[in-house]
């Protein structure tokens, strides 16, 4: 089994700093995937990167796989942008599971 | 599009008691998987199907059932509900059937209490 470790756990901002969130995992995959889940409780995907990075708006996510290491980042943040930050990763050696981080409870606040 | 949607999303059983959580989606997505969240953990696989007629186990399957007799519907039974079984459930889904590779959708979920 593939195990997924987030860093930092919690992480409180203010408004308009740069935000980094870390997944490392132990085992060599073929794809990472970047989830965000909202106060209310909905799971969206934002990002599935399986080499070096991808952009979209205010969001970048980047990953090193001989490092077994990825990064999201959050440039400007806003407070709509506190959620709890989930990592996956496909599951020791097999495509068609996935297993999740505990996932970065992310508060930006005004 | 409705996308996946999960009934109901509150729900309250005894011990021993049996339910099934209803899951759909009008995607035509291949893939299916159900998935339960708690309190300091990640989300973990229960069940997950590839298509039609076929299932297999996740993670954490003990205490739960599914079928996948269409497309469409991918229904988790719990045969007789115990207080670990308490949890949040999500259901999710994506157009292929190797989830590593593919963009995951998930359900709204549904809250679960056994007491």
């Known amino acids: 089994k593939n195990e997924v470790e987030q860093s930092p756990q919690n992480l409180t901002a203010q408004e308009g700093e740069f935000i980094t969130i870390n997944c490392s995992y132990s085992v060599g995959i073929s794809a990472l995937h970047w989830l965000q889940q909202h106060p209310g409780g909905g799971i969206v995907s934002l990002f599935m990167l399986s080499s070096g990075k991808k952009k979209h708006g205010r969001l970048i996510a980047t990953i090193n796989i001989q490092e077994k290491h990825s990064s999201l980042h959050i440039t400007a943040s806003h407070p709509r942008d506190s959620a709890v930050y989930i990592c996956?990763?496909?599951?020791?050696?097999?495509?068609?599971?996935?297993?999740f981080g505990k996932g970065t409870l992310l508060t930006v606040n005004p | 599009n409705a996308g996946v949607t999960q009934t109901p999303k509150f729900q309250v059983l005894k011990t021993g008691q049996s339910m099934t959580l209803q899951c759909a989606q009008d995607?035509?997505?291949?893939?299916m998987s159900w998935y339960r969240q708690d309190p300091g953990m990640g989300l973990r696989l229960i069940h997950y199907?590839?298509?039609?007629?076929?299932?297999d186990q996740g993670e954490v399957p003990n205490g739960y059932n599914v079928s996948r007799s269409t497309t469409e519907d991918f229904p988790l039974r719990l045969l007789s509900a115990a207080p670990s079984q308490t949890s949040v459930y999500f259901c999710?889904?994506?157009?292929?059937?190797?989830?590593?590779?593919?963009?995951?959708?998930f359900g709204p979920g549904t809250r679960l209490t056994v007491l």
């Open positions: 996956a990763v496909n599951s020791g050696g097999s495509n068609y599971k996935l297993t």
């Open positions: 199907s590839v298509g039609a007629g076929i299932t």
């Open positions: 995607m035509n997505h291949e893939y």
């Open positions: 999710a889904s994506s157009s292929q059937g190797l989830a590593a590779y593919n963009e995951q959708f």
